[in-house]
């Protein structure tokens, strides 16, 4: 989605646009020094740590980690995805979003997709209310407790059996039926010609959360195989992204509290049928971090629900490695299992409402961590303390700072018999956990090359403009240290956009590998800079440094090299440096 979105469209909007001016209007801020404060918005605190810079158009809490540009905020306080923050944004700034004709295109193809699917899922409600076999398909769902009011509220169909019901209805041009291709609904055969992907199925069409069709999973009524079947990945369906009945919950429910991720369709309408209004299934695939962001911004607590056999253990865990590394303060994550034998849809039923939604069943993330890996690790013994300790320091070191992170860290010390200080020192280590817990562990320092680049990225997203002080950056390729290519790239970003924001540059890198770190940089350098900070002059030291650094590199391959073969140029170079290196 923000590909779509011209980036020079993004810079100018987050130009026009001030981050103060636009979070005041949800949380009233306070002027502090040279920033704004005020109690954070994303969890509960009674002192101020949520701060927002007007320099950089950043914010960031203290207490939970929380931090982002215009449009985070948006995102995360409205629940909002991307492009419809884009566009409230610009609505607010005056600004129309650029119809280029590539967008153009793209978007009028797009929406020939989504039209095209409202007409499938209106052929498939009638083939359920109409066609001579329609019969097996609805008695299936009385025998399965679904009404005919919930049926019609997820607009459940029915696929007749055949080859081509649905090219006959809507693939009446050669045209006609690669669109119907392009969205997955019917297959191309090897020796030419289409048919129906989906035959002698109830259908569950899948709805973003904007409300538009984007694919459908389909249900047999016997015992054939595969039991689901769901759309291909097309242009504009992603099962990594998108989750069954995210759209229905949030029209169900103005405030979302909770949700719960459940494994398949049936499981959601049943949980609808008893009144759960608030539930999920991933799309025949693990919940992926792209889900669970999507789910977060939705609701502060999430609840997966699993069968309790080995299966439903392995995909707990799988979902909890995938959360971990996204929860922070304000967000919630919870286990709960079904009893041998049972899914949420038989539980239901048999089990009723009250006893699904009993919390006191739910398993906290941090609670279902600590209790997997105890199982197998006697606690009375060192060795089993140490085991302990080296296999959940990872998964701590994954999470991002704030409150959560230290009461497990608190969590984790008195489970060992070991103090919350050795263990802090472990994690920033990097360090295994095997020496003895009442030794400290000295924290280790990144080498001088790759701090020298960090601090330099942190400068930079402090005063953007100090890229401008270097003539060419094209002077630092070859530099021989770890981390230059995305320097370069950002000082031709800077370049090429002057008067660029911190904000812009985040926004720029959104949806990277490089994201939370920039954020993260963001967030800290108010700590490393202060207005006595000689910024300019720090910053072309560092440059001469790595200058330096290419210099000596050259040098050393030109003194491994064979005379004969070097320029005079080269050798006089040489012999200079042999003589500074004589001297020193």
């Not at 927002?52 to 995360?76: D, N, R, W």
Request: with cysteine; glycine share 6%.
């Amino acid at each position: 989605m923000a590909g779509r979105i011209p980036q020079q469209f993004i810079d100018e909007l987050l130009a026009r646009t001030d981050i103060v001016d636009l979070i005041d209007g949800f949380v009233p801020l306070k002027k502090a020094g040279k920033d704004f404060q005020a109690c954070c918005p994303f969890h509960d605190e009674k002192t101020p740590s949520f701060t927002v810079s007007q320099p950089k158009q950043f914010y960031h809490c203290f207490g939970c980690g929380v931090k982002g540009t215009a449009i985070s905020f948006l995102m995360e306080y409205n629940h909002l995805e991307f492009l419809e923050a884009i566009e409230e944004l610009a609505n607010k700034a005056g600004l129309p979003i650029p119809q280029e004709a590539s967008l153009v295109k793209t978007d009028s193809n797009l929406s020939e997709l989504y039209e095209l699917l409202e007409l499938v899922v209106r052929f498939y409600n009638r083939q359920l209310r109409e066609h001579p076999q329609s019969k097996r398909a609805v008695d299936y769902l009385k025998d399965r407790g679904i009404s005919g009011e919930i049926a019609k509220s997820f607009e459940l169909g029915f696929a007749p059996p055949g080859w081509d019901n649905l090219i006959q209805e809507l693939g009446s041009s050669e045209a006609a039926k690669q669109r119907l291709a392009k969205t997955g609904m019917v297959i191309k055969r090897d020796n030419g010609g289409f048919y129906d992907r989906f035959r002698d199925r109830i259908m569950f069409p899948i709805r973003d959360p904007r409300g538009r069709v984007i694919g459908f999973g389909g249900r047999v009524l016997d015992d054939d195989t595969p039991k689901y079947l769901n759309s291909p990945e097309t242009p504009i369906y992603s099962k990594g992204r998108e989750l069954y009945g995210l759209y229905q919950a949030r029209h169900a429910n103005k405030d979302l509290q909770r949700i719960y991720v459940v494994e398949g369709y049936m499981d959601v309408i049943a949980l609808a049928q008893f009144g759960i209004n608030n539930a999920v299934a991933s799309l025949g695939t693990a919940a992926t971090s792209e889900h669970l962001e999507r789910l977060f911004r939705a609701t502060p607590e999430v609840v997966f629900c699993f069968d309790g056999d080995n299966a439903g253990r392995k995909a707990a865990w799988r979902a909890m490695e995938t959360t971990l590394p996204l929860i922070r303060d304000g967000r919630q994550a919870f286990f709960m299992f079904m009893p041998q034998g049972e899914d949420p849809d038989t539980f239901v039923r048999s089990q009723g409402r009250e006893s699904f939604e009993d919390t006191n069943t739910y398993l906290a993330l941090s609670d279902y961590l600590f209790d997997s890996l105890k199982q197998n690790t006697d606690l009375n013994t060192t060795q089993g303390q140490a085991r302990m300790m080296e296999e959940v320091i990872p998964f701590i070191r994954q999470m991002p700072d704030g409150a959560l992170r230290k009461l497990m860290v608190r969590d984790l010390a008195n489970l060992v018999n070991s103090d919350s200080d050795y263990i802090e020192s472990a994690l920033g280590s990097g360090t295994s956990a095997r020496r003895s817990p009442s030794r400290p562990v000295r924290r280790q320092q990144n080498s001088g090359s790759d701090n020298l680049i960090g601090r330099m990225i942190s400068m930079l997203l402090y005063q953007p403009d100090l890229a401008l002080r270097l003539d060419d950056y094209k002077v630092l390729e070859g530099v021989p240290v770890a981390g230059v290519d995305f320097l370069l790239e950002l000082l031709q970003l800077i370049q090429s956009n002057r008067g660029i924001s911190c904000a812009g540059i985040l926004e720029h890198w959104r949806d990277t590998r490089y994201e939370a770190c920039l954020k993260q940089l963001a967030a800290s350098n108010n700590e490393l800079f202060s207005v006595s900070t000689n910024l300019e002059a720090e910053f072309d030291d560092a440059l001469a440094r790595l200058l330096d650094k290419k210099s000596r590199q050259k040098l050393q391959q030109l003194a491994t090299g064979k005379l004969s073969s070097l320029s005079e140029e080269d050798k006089a170079t040489l012999r200079n440096y042999r003589k500074t290196e004589e001297k020193n």
